[in-house]
């Protein structure tokens, strides 16, 4: 028996009707199981309408200065330690000036610029070249500006540790599991082939408490809201000259940088 | 017919061989999946209930930890008010976990009978199992 194609296309049309409302009824059905049960915010949590931080760096002076910041981040989040800088991981991190801030840099640079460490981090921009290039949108950017990752989705493909111009962002070579020193055990780890970067302690803000970095690091590093003229980054950006790394590509980094020795506050 | 003798001894073994995991398993019934509702966390409560009926749990409850994980990582939610009203903290370490301590006992209980391995583990922290 054969069938011409009028027949065929009936069919079809009719198999896609059938199709469509059998799917839709079953949705129907188990929606209305849960009717009362809803998902909300924390009242208590920190909100913002563009979130950025303030590194003041004439306030970090000693090495343990750094270590308690890197170290309150990396502790908090589970972040491994590889012991070899080709399969680090790392959220928050030391990078010398002229890493930090390419072009800037010259032979006469002051001494105590020179050999300083800065503290880097994902700068959270505004337009960030990782969210546009992410192909199944485990990276993108939040309401409050924080450029998130959803672990549950990352494919490992990398095209946005490619397209981060600031290497913010680490590959999970091996398993890290057995690289982590004390486990956090109300936060997970991660697995082999997911890449991974700072989040902005979203977790911490849900709960009302600013980011871990911030909360160890004795007024080096502010946090706020820079659509909030009141708020405390906002009085800061007023009051010092600031810079940001690598502004002339266009990604609006969130995370600015005082490089003076004047006092603020 | 040619070779007729050939194909039916044939036949007979590969029937056999397609039928060996059933009649290798005759008799011997798998132990159903018991899962154990008596940790710690549990014991404590006034009203031993689980975020949702148990009915919905049974069969719904990997769509639910989907949502939440959705809800918490993609919309910012923290807060589960669930069909009875209660508030629930949404998290699989912190929350299911903390009542449901007994992993070996309770999840792996169910996936192991119905081999399925979530992937979770992988990086969400199991709980620590106190032998008690």
């Not at chain 1, 002076?61 to 309150?72: G, P, V, W």
Request: proline share 6%.
């Amino acid at each position: 028996m054969s069938i011409n194609r009028r027949q065929f296309l009936k069919i079809a049309g009719i198999s896609t009707i059938v199709g469509l409302g059998g799917t839709t009824a079953v949705d129907l059905l188990q929606r209305n199981w849960l009717e009362a049960a809803q998902y909300s915010p924390n009242p208590k949590a920190l909100t913002a309408k563009r979130w950025a931080m303030v590194v003041d760096v004439s306030k970090l002076k000693t090495e343990d200065d750094y270590k308690k910041i890197m170290d309150a981040c990396h502790r908090e989040h589970n972040v491994p330690d590889l012991g070899n800088p080709k399969d680090e991981i790392k959220w928050i991190w030391k990078e010398t000036y002229e890493h930090a801030f390419p072009g800037q840099e010259h032979e006469y640079l002051a001494e105590g610029i020179k050999h300083k460490p800065f503290l880097v981090l994902c700068n959270h921009c505004d337009n960030p070249s990782c969210v546009r290039v992410c192909p199944t949108k485990a990276t993108f950017k939040r309401k409050d500006g924080i450029v998130m990752m959803d672990m549950h989705r990352c494919i490992g493909c990398r095209f946005c540790m490619a397209a981060c111009p600031f290497g913010a962002r680490s590959f999970n070579w091996k398993d890290p599991r057995p690289f982590i020193k004390e486990e956090n055990k109300e936060f997970p780890a991660r697995m082999r082939g997911v890449v991974e970067k700072c989040t902005f302690c979203y977790e911490r803000l849900a709960k009302g408490l600013k980011p871990a970095c911030v909360e160890a690091s004795n007024g080096a590093l502010v946090f706020g809201d820079l659509k909030d003229p009141e708020s405390e980054a906002r009085k800061i950006l007023r009051l010092n000259y600031t810079i940001r790394r690598k502004s002339e590509l266009g990604t609006q980094p969130s995370v600015y940088y005082i490089i003076g020795g004047n006092d603020h506050a | 017919m040619y070779n007729g003798i050939k194909i039916i001894i044939g036949l007979l073994i590969f029937a056999a061989l397609v039928t060996f995991p059933f009649y290798s398993k005759m008799g011997k019934a798998t132990a159903k999946p018991d899962p154990k509702v008596d940790t710690p966390e549990i014991q404590k409560l006034a009203e031993k209930k689980c975020v949702e009926p148990k009915e919905f749990m049974k069969t719904e409850h990997m769509k639910m930890l989907n949502d939440w994980r959705d809800t918490v990582v993609r919309e910012g939610n923290l807060i589960y008010v669930s069909s009875d009203g209660k508030k629930y903290t949404i998290s699989l370490q912190n929350t299911c976990m903390n009542c449901h301590s007994n992993k070996k006992k309770f999840c792996d209980e169910c996936h192991n009978y119905s081999a399925v391995i979530p992937y979770c583990w992988d990086c969400h922290i199991e709980p620590k199992e106190n032998k008690t």
